[in-house]
T-cell receptor, first 113, second 118 residues
Framework: DAGVTQSPTHLIKTRGQQVTLRCSPK?????VSWYQQALGQGPQFIFQ???????QRGNFPDRFSGHQFPNYSSELNVNALLLGDSALYLC????????????FGPGTRLLVL | AQTVTQSQPEMSVQEAETVTLSCTYD???????LFWYKQPPSRQMILVIRQEAYKQQNATENRFSVNFQKAAKSFSLKISDSQLGDTAMYFCAFTSPYSGGGADGLTFGKGTHLIIQP
């Protein structure tokens, strides 16, 4: 049984560009959450999706947007990249009925130059 | 807003020893969930243990157990018979679905870097 998968593993962008990160949840999971983890810090919650809608959002600007597809996979989009957006982006999925319990993918390392 | 505090930036113990990592949190909610996650150098975040606030019994998972003190808002992790593979960053996390409109974003502490010495 495959766990949470994310693509790409690494990405390099320049300031002002746009980026899309992808996540596939574990089988049987319908909820996807996204986190940003700066170096040496704990993850910060960006937003959570289930039933193809954004259900909760952390303290992140509108440059961060997302989408959930009917197969429960999800995308995180970041527009107008800033140097400060350089971080590890983690996706987590949760099973139906246990939305609070989150299982993480390996992350995407984004470097903005 | 909820906060999670881990006061030990780094800890180091010998293999086979027992180690306890501290976590305190602040919330006005009565029902919530607490977690410990492990993040080895490979960076994959792994769920170690889960505690439901309305359950009095402390959660255990093999060598990992917690000491949950609800009144003190304390949630420590004990690792028994520590192994070299336990070397990792350990994060304490909190969520209360009752305050987020039914959604469950996790609030994390800053982490404790645990080093197991051979």
């Amino acid at each position: 049984d495959a766990g949470v998968t994310q693509s790409p593993t690494h990405l390099i962008k320049t300031r002002g560009q746009q980026v899309t990160l992808r996540c596939s949840p574990k089988s049987g999971h319908d909820t996807v959450s996204w986190y940003q983890q700066a170096l040496g810090q704990g993850p910060q919650f960006i937003f959570q999706y289930y039933e193809e809608e954004e259900r909760q959002r952390g303290n992140f600007p509108d440059r961060f947007s997302g989408h959930q597809f009917p197969n429960y996979s999800s995308e995180l989009n970041v527009n107008a990249l800033l140097l400060g957006d350089s971080a590890l982006y983690l996706c987590a999925s949760s099973p139906r009925g246990l939305r609070e319990t989150q299982y993480f993918g390996p992350g995407t390392r984004l470097l903005v130059l | 807003a909820q906060t999670v505090t881990q006061s030990q930036p780094e800890m180091s113990v010998q293999e086979a020893e027992t180690v306890t990592l501290s976590c305190t949190y602040d919330t006005s909610e009565n029902n919530y969930y607490l977690f410990w996650y492990k993040q080895p150098p490979s960076r994959q975040m792994i769920l170690v243990i889960r505690q439901e606030a309305y359950k009095q019994q402390n959660a255990t998972e093999n060598r990992f157990s917690v000491n949950f003190q609800k009144a003190a808002k304390s949630f420590s992790l004990k690792i028994s018979d520590s192994q070299l593979g336990d070397t990792a960053m350990y994060f304490c996390a909190f969520t209360s679905p009752y305050s987020g409109g039914g959604a469950d974003g996790l609030t994390f502490g800053k982490g404790t870097h645990l080093i197991i010495q051979p």
